[in-house]
């Protein structure tokens, strides 16, 4: 008789076996093997025939999924009796059971083996009525989550996509103006040098007039930003001195020098240098000199608005880095707010208060992304368009906290007990499926070992993740 893989009594303490028959037992002590691999090895890999129903004695595993080409991690876990392998083994299929999953050893590693195939069979005689409901519950819900999560994908996206192609507009927009202006001053600045050459100007005073233009130039980087009345005050100054020095429609090219940071004093300098028979002509070509590269600043600043978006998307999406990382809770919080942009619209006041100070933290971070998504989109819906998001972040210990608060009516108490359940929802029907917060608590609570807690009275909701700053075996 074949020897047993465990005794009697361990093979009883495994929650999986604990109720089992004694003749149950048995079967399982004649079919089931101990296999043992070293760190790093695989235990089985994604796609290959799904031959085995695996269970954990010790060590810890990590089980990853192909996504798009990359190798995502998916899971962790060192609990003694998990399982994994050939979990629906139960399923009758036409074709054959693959692994859903690559597992790899994490360090030593030893584990219960089934032979799938067998315990199929098996487990239907002892379990008839609850394999048959089994396999019913499976086949229907990968059916209606297939259908659900490409509609919840298809809508996300949808929303990101509105949100980011507003925000890229203005700033593509602004670069366009600018560069039709530019084009325009270019050309008056072409002709205005052309008249100043007309009347024969010294070679000395052109080279002076031209240092001149220079160093009012590069004024224009460092102008303060002035206040409306500022504004105001320092073009009725220079429109004044235009009227002392006869320069017709002065009030006109007051904001232009105004825009680039000057004062009376630098026209001061234009008039010392070049004199009163060539001033008119000349301030206005400065003026065009000025006016260009004002333009110039804009488009700049619209083209790095530009850039800093499409880095928050990519930050958000985290397609081009690694899945699983060391990260700064601080970089995807910014990037999802970016992502919402559109949603949260000009009513809702955006609050940061970051602790710019606390660790970097082991995570998968287009998760964690995906929790701030659901946590502030909810608050956005709560608050109806109007009142005030509030972001903050601090250290306890080795926890990262991350706290969203907003000033929506709040959520009555037998409510906030179900939020994290899934598929409830306080929304209409078809507003939503009752996923997000679900969601959301597997990826902080399961995937990253930390917890996430509500409290709420009207006119200040808030959500607390935890999260820890060191690596988690079950991850």
């Not at 996300?156 to 507003?166: I, K, Q, R, V």
């Not at 009752?434 to 902080?444: A, F, K, P, Y």
Request: proline share 3%.
């Amino acid at each position: 008789m074949k020897e047993p893989a465990l005794p009697r009594e361990e093979l009883r303490g495994l929650f999986l076996f604990e109720h089992l028959s004694d003749e149950q037992l048995d079967w399982i002590e004649q079919h089931a093997v101990l296999e043992h691999y070293d760190g790093d090895t695989a235990v089985h890999r994604e796609g290959d025939p799904a031959t085995c129903f695996y269970i954990l004695l010790s060590g810890a595993l990590r089980m990853s999924r192909l996504v798009s080409g990359a190798d995502v991690e998916v899971k962790r876990s060192d609990q003694r009796g998990s399982y994994f392998g050939a979990t629906q083994f139960f399923v009758h299929q036409e074709t054959e059971h693959t692994y859903g999953a690559t597992v790899h050893a994490i360090g030593d590693l030893t584990l219960l083996a089934l032979p799938s195939a067998e315990f199929a069979v098996e487990f239907r005689n002892w379990f008839p009525m609850a394999a048959h409901l089994l396999e019913g519950m499976y086949l229907g819900w990968r059916n209606s989550d297939t259908v659900i999560s490409s509609r919840r994908r298809l809508l996300a996206l949808g929303e990101l996509s509105a949100g980011l192609t507003h925000e890229l507009n203005n700033p593509a927009a602004a670069a366009v103006r600018a560069t039709a202006s530019l084009r325009e001053r270019v050309a008056g600045m072409r002709h205005k040098l052309a008249l100043l050459a007309k009347k024969d100007i010294d070679p000395d005073l052109l080279e002076q007039l031209l240092d001149v233009q220079e160093q009012l130039v590069k004024t224009v980087a460092d102008a303060p930003r002035l206040s409306a009345m500022q504004q105001s005050d320092r073009e009725d100054e220079i429109s004044d001195w235009f009227d002392d020095h006869d320069i017709d429609q002065g009030w006109d090219l007051a904001a232009i020098f105004v825009a680039a940071g000057l004062k009376t004093e630098n026209l001061d300098g234009v008039l010392e240098s070049v004199g009163e028979g060539l001033l008119d002509g000349a301030l206005r070509w400065l003026a065009y000199a000025l006016e260009t590269e004002i333009l110039m600043g804009e488009i700049e600043d619209s083209t790095t608005r530009i850039s800093v978006l499409v880095g928050a998307a990519k930050q958000y999406s985290q397609m081009d880095r690694a899945p699983h990382q060391w990260i700064d809770v601080h970089e995807g919080l910014d990037s999802t707010l970016v992502m919402l942009s559109g949603k949260i619209g000009d009513g809702i006041r955006v609050v940061k208060n970051y602790d710019r100070g606390i660790d970097h933290i082991p995570a998968y971070a287009a998760e964690l992304n995906q929790v701030w998504t659901n946590i502030i989109d909810n608050a956005v819906q709560a608050m109806g368009g109007e009142g005030t998001l509030t972001l903050r972040t601090w250290q306890e210990s080795k926890q990262v906290r991350v706290e969203i608060g907003d000033t929506g009516p709040g959520i009555p108490e037998e409510v906030r007990q179900r939020i994290f359940e899934p598929f409830f929802t306080t929304k209409g029907v078809g507003e939503g499926t009752g996923l997000g917060l679900d969601i959301s608590w597997r990826i902080v609570v399961e995937r990253h070992s930390g917890d996430i807690k509500v409290t709420s009275v009207p006119g200040d909701t808030r959500f607390e993740i935890c999260l820890p700053v060191e690596e988690q075996a079950s991850l």
